[in-house]
């Protein structure tokens, strides 16, 4: 009996790569999705709990970033998508200024801003989208923003998705590190 072959965890993409729907996405998937974006900050909070300084200051990976760069990173992040979104819904396929995620995670706020700081931002930031996400019409959900830096456009249903994976992505990160380390 030949021993199968067993692949090491992907540490960098642990849920996988994101996939962006083609076709508009149906009521309930929409749905689904502003849920999931409307628990991540509950589910990063519990996810935190109990982490000393040194271990908010370990990397989620080898080469990755600190648990602290990910939670700081995670308002940022999302803080840009809403404002893409808010864009998309006031312009016509507006040209959106991308921004540089790893110089943003070496600026000084990030190791000098309590986690609590971030993780009430993003409390807030999500309450605010998911109240925007559920009042869109089918018609609003397929209004696009411009990406420079992938030259293309993407519809809000896309973003939606997009966002909803990343948010879990990150999650994911750090409960993955718990588990490993035994934090």
Do not use: C
Not at 34 to 47: E, F, G, K, M, S
């Amino acid at each position: 009996m030949q021993a199968q072959a067993t692949s090491a965890p992907d540490l960098r993409y642990p849920i996988g790569p994101a996939v962006l729907p083609e076709q508009p996405l149906n009521s309930g998937k929409r749905l689904g999705l502003i849920a999931n974006i409307a628990v991540l900050p509950d589910q990063l909070r519990a996810a935190v709990t109990g982490l000393i300084p040194a271990q908010l200051d370990t990397p989620y990976r080898p080469g990755g970033w600190t648990v602290r760069q990910v939670i700081h990173h995670l308002p940022d992040s999302h803080l840009n998508s809403y404002s893409r979104m808010r864009l998309a819904l006031t312009d016509e396929n507006p040209t959106i200024s991308p921004y540089d995620e790893e110089a943003w995670a070496e600026l000084p706020d990030v190791k000098a801003t309590p986690v609590a700081v971030s993780l009430a931002l993003l409390e807030a930031l999500h309450i605010r989208w998911t109240i925007l996400l559920r009042q869109l019409t089918d018609a609003q959900w397929q209004r696009t923003f411009y990406h420079p830096g992938s030259k293309r456009s993407f519809t809000l249903d896309q973003a939606l998705a997009m966002y909803a994976w990343h948010g879990q992505h990150h999650l994911t990160h750090i409960t993955e590190l718990r588990r490993r380390e035994g934090f």
